[in-house]
């Protein structure tokens, strides 16, 4: 089952980040990302936030399950979604813990046609 928008809008809303939170639609789910930095995925409408020690240190009792078929498992934060600052603490603290992305490469220059 593909996410909704109106998912995606909800987190946006509570995690409350402003231009900082975007995503991108993939194959019908959302990776979610904090200043380029992927921190969570949304999946099947679940909220499911990357392992990493903010997790474990700031929601150890969430559920876990894989995002999609052949994942390992990733804290599922859908019960954080109605405290606006514990998800926002979350998200903030896994961004801080994620690498910076790497730059892309440019295109190479288009031979002109003859």
Do not use: W
């Not at 995925?41 to 995002?67: E, H």
Request: aromatic content about 8%.
């Amino acid at each position: 089952m593909a996410t909704h928008q109106d998912f995606v809008d909800y987190v946006t809303e509570q995690v409350a980040l402003g231009d900082r939170f975007t995503h991108k639609k993939m194959f019908g789910e959302y990776a979610l990302y904090v200043d380029e930095k992927v921190v969570a995925f949304a999946c099947d409408n679940s909220l499911f936030v990357k392992p990493s020690k903010a997790a474990a240190t700031l929601a150890p009792d969430l559920p876990q399950r894989p995002p999609y078929p052949g994942a390992k498992d990733y804290p599922v934060a859908d019960e954080l979604l109605d405290d606006s600052d514990a998800i926002r603490r979350l998200i903030l603290e896994t961004a801080a813990l994620m690498p910076v992305p790497k730059p892309k490469k440019a295109a190479a220059p288009r031979k002109p046609r003859k």
